[in-house]
């Protein structure tokens, strides 16, 4: 294996470790914030750490495909990839009001196997082994979120939709990233997330400077580290390492939750928890052998990143 290589994965390996730990900081947020008023903060700070990322690396992002409307994309792209992100953060956000960190980053991740479902309605290839991987992943969530009166827990439930929403974003950034400067979309997203969050805080929320000041931790953590830094070692790290690679070190962020959470928040998941992950977690893996063959349609060849 190539140097370069093994750099990369390490890369990726550290931005998967920094998005995992982020669910601890989200969870301890909402000890002082509402989750409008901490998704505010958060997408705001993480907004202004893009800024230095856009200029010293925006040149080297630029659109490989040309476009008659590249603007269109741009800010059409960004208003509607901006939605999808303002719905699964609020989805994950509120549902850390009801269960874990860790549970909540594994239930996240399975957006992984949502993206190649719902590819299927944009005609793109998928593999045998999607379909495996998310039979074992419905186990695991039956194993970890079910309960004796079959009944799935209100948190877990939110984060599921989340990881939906998330998956939907996925797609959407895939197909956009092509077109138009990756990191100048990022920077629309957010922008867009962070102003409804705040439009929804203000209306539900008591949206205060002291407690902004208290969860200020939290909110570096979660606007700095896991927007600014982890994305543009994101960047760095895809742009070396095999896709194949990529997929699989980035799942293992669900992992970090759990240990984040067990670790800083002294949460357990018990056996039976244990045993959803491990097959959740399985499912993810499996899954993800097919992400070559993902962003391939029926009738072109035309790749697309995320």
Not at 26 to 33: A, I, P, S, T, V
Not at 157 to 180: N, T
Not at 192 to 199: D, K, Q, Y
Request: proline share 3%; net charge positive; with cysteine.
């Amino acid at each position: 294996m190539r140097t370069s290589t093994l750099k990369a994965d390490g890369l990726l390996l550290f931005t998967a470790a920094i998005w995992g730990l982020a669910f601890v900081a989200q969870r301890l947020g909402l000890e002082h914030l509402g989750p409008y008023s901490f998704n505010f903060a958060r997408f705001l700070l993480g907004a202004l750490s893009l800024v230095p990322v856009l200029w010293l690396f925006g040149k080297r992002m630029e659109p490989r495909i040309s476009t008659e409307r590249p603007l269109a994309y741009l800010y059409g792209g960004g208003l509607a990839a901006g939605l999808l992100l303002f719905i699964g953060s609020s989805f994950q956000q509120v549902g850390l009001l009801y269960t874990t960190a860790g549970k909540a980053g594994f239930i996240t991740g399975l957006y992984l196997i949502f993206v190649p479902i719902l590819g299927l309605l944009w005609k793109m290839k998928t593999h045998g082994n999607t379909w495996l991987g998310a039979l074992l992943a419905v186990g695991g969530l039956y194993l970890l979120s079910v309960t004796e009166e079959f009944t799935i827990m209100y948190g877990d439930l939110l984060e599921l939709i989340g990881a939906v929403f998330w998956a939907g974003h996925v797609l959407l950034i895939g197909w956009l990233s092509p077109k138009v400067n990756v990191l100048k979309l990022s920077l629309v997203q957010i922008v867009v997330c962070m102003l409804l969050s705040l439009a929804v805080a203000l209306v539900r929320e008591d949206l205060n400077w002291a407690g902004i000041q208290a969860a200020w931790q939290p909110i570096a953590y979660a606007g700095i580290l896991s927007v600014g830094v982890a994305y543009t070692l994101q960047i760095i790290g895809q742009r070396e390492a095999p896709a194949s690679h990529a997929a699989i070190i980035l799942s293992l962020e669900a992992v970090f939750a759990v240990l984040g959470g067990w670790l800083l928040l002294s949460e357990e998941l018990g056996l039976r928890g244990t045993l959803g992950c491990s097959l959740m977690l399985a499912g993810m893996l499996l899954s993800q052998f097919s992400l070559p063959l993902l962003f391939k349609r029926k009738k072109s060849a035309e790749p697309a990143t995320t």
